[in-house]
T-cell receptor, first 112, second 114 residues
Framework: NAGVMQNPRHLVRRRGQEARLRCSPV?????VYWYRQLPEEGLKFMVY????????ESGMPKERFSAEFPKEGPSILRIQQVVRGDSAAYFC??????????FGSGTRLTVV | TQLLEQSPQFLSIQEGENLTVYCNSS?????LQWYRQEPGEGPVLLVT?????EVKKLKRLTFQFGDARKDSSLHITAAQPGDTGLYLC??????????????FGSGTQLTVLP
């Protein structure tokens, strides 16, 4: 499978817990993007990373949210002390420069 | 903030009918993409348009990029139930530079009834 792999597909967390979402980009793609989607809405940009660097995090809340893309391993989106409003589908996309985007199937986070 | 407005938001038609979905903005985009998303899945790229006035055809789908690169349309001829899905337009603003993060429209939910 040459696509973007996201896991888990579904994640349930209680309020106050931490959520860790993983994204393995397409092999050879060095650009990773995280987007968030609420029901029946478009995707909202959160953060753009290259290996070991955050390039643009202007769409990510300053509190509780963080992202990384280490030299080895997947990109991680971490949400600390989750609240009900964090419930959404989180999509990762990768691309090569130049090139188009490939999206993963997403992680559906439900905060109970 | 650059916004993309899609219309209509919801569209339900009978198999065999034609339809057009619109994507409009007051901002200029370096390129514009159309995606289709099915429930429980991520968006899948249908087409990228780059040149103002460009028209691209993908079987029964015709995509057009406005001359001023601010708007786009998707026309489907003889729609089929398999065309059902959420259609999203997304633009790469000039201001994003090399980052090229996408600005997405809110989507058009298309249902084609057999």
């Amino acid at each position: 499978n040459a696509g973007v792999m996201q896991n888990p597909r579904h994640l349930v967390r209680r309020r106050g817990q931490e959520a860790r979402l993983r994204c393995s980009p397409v092999k050879g793609h060095s650009h990773v993007y995280w987007y968030r989607q609420l029901p029946e809405e478009g995707l909202k940009f959160m953060v753009y990373l290259q290996k070991e660097n955050i390039i643009d995090e202007s769409g990510m809340p300053k509190e509780r949210f963080s992202a990384e893309f280490p030299k080895e391993g997947p990109s991680i989106l971490r949400i600390q002390q989750v609240v009900r409003g964090d419930s959404a589908a989180y999509f990762c996309a990768s691309r090569r420069d130049p090139g188009g985007y490939t999206f993963g199937s997403g992680t559906r986070l439900t905060v109970v | 903030t650059q916004l993309l407005e899609q219309s209509p938001q919801f569209l339900s038609i009978q198999e065999g009918e034609n339809l057009t979905v619109y994507c409009n903005s007051s901002s200029v985009f370096s390129s514009l993409q159309w995606y289709r998303q099915e429930p429980g899945e991520g968006p899948v790229l249908l087409v990228t348009v780059v040149t103002g006035g460009e028209v691209k055809k993908l079987k029964r789908l015709t995509f057009q990029f406005g001359d001023a690169r601010k708007d786009s349309s998707l026309h489907i001829t003889a729609a089929q139930p398999g065309d059902t899905g959420l259609y999203l337009c997304a633009g790469a603003p000039f201001s994003s530079g090399s980052a090229r993060q996408l600005t997405f429209g809110s989507g058009t939910q298309l249902t084609v009834l057999p």
